[in-house]
């Protein structure tokens, strides 16, 4: 199984119920989806949400984007699946998305990808793989490879030669066990 992006969070997930998979990868790895929400607000704007502050929130969100209809607009494009309609509401569903209260159960084979310079869930990876140690394997991606930031989209073609090694080596080992 194989899991991209925010992909990495439901292959993840999927893994902590489901042991009948050989093998799997995350490309990168995501425990918590709200970290990319989260993350890009002012501190501020986190203590309304963590407050219970709502109204006040979805006050100054909707005045914040009157100055940006590029970031409403991606805005909208993102809530749209967790079919919500404040911005607290939104981020309080995004909040649901966690998975490291059970990543413990995980026992498939499962190898994280870890590119320098990840900008939406910087250090996932490694808690993960912290969190399976018995079953995951980390792979590093860094600039000088021309294989950093999220999901090496200009390297591509390694990314796919370290997913292919990995996995040759788990079907080596199970046909020798």
């Given at each position: 199984m ?8 439901w292959?993840?997930?999927?893994l ?14 995501v ?16 203590k309304?949400l ?12 909707s005045?914040?984007?009157?100055f ?24 309080g569903a ?5 998975m ?22 910087p ?6 793989a ?30 796919a ?9 788990r079907?080596?080992?199970s046909?020798?066990?």
């Amino acid at each position: 199984m194989y899991g991209i992006s925010q992909g990495g969070y439901w292959v993840a997930r999927a893994l902590a119920f489901e042991h009948r998979f050989a093998a799997a990868i995350t490309d990168p790895v995501v425990v918590d989806v709200s970290a990319s929400w989260t993350s890009q607000l002012p501190k501020s704007m986190n203590k309304l949400l963590d407050e219970g502050q709502g109204e006040k929130f979805d006050k100054e969100m909707s005045f914040g984007m009157k100055f940006s209809p590029e970031t409403e607009r991606t805005w909208q494009f993102r809530a749209r699946p967790y079919g919500t309609t404040g911005f607290a509401e939104t981020i309080g569903a995004v909040r649901g998305y966690n998975m490291a209260d059970v990543a413990d159960k995980i026992t498939t084979p499962l190898l994280i990808t870890s590119p320098e310079g990840e900008q939406f869930w910087p250090g996932q990876s490694e808690q993960l793989a912290s969190l399976t140690a018995g079953v995951s394997t980390i792979v590093r991606f860094t600039a000088v490879e021309g294989a950093n930031v999220h999901c090496q989209p200009l390297a591509r073609a390694l990314t796919a030669q370290r997913i292919f090694d990995w996995l040759d080596d788990r079907i080596e080992e199970s046909q020798e066990g």
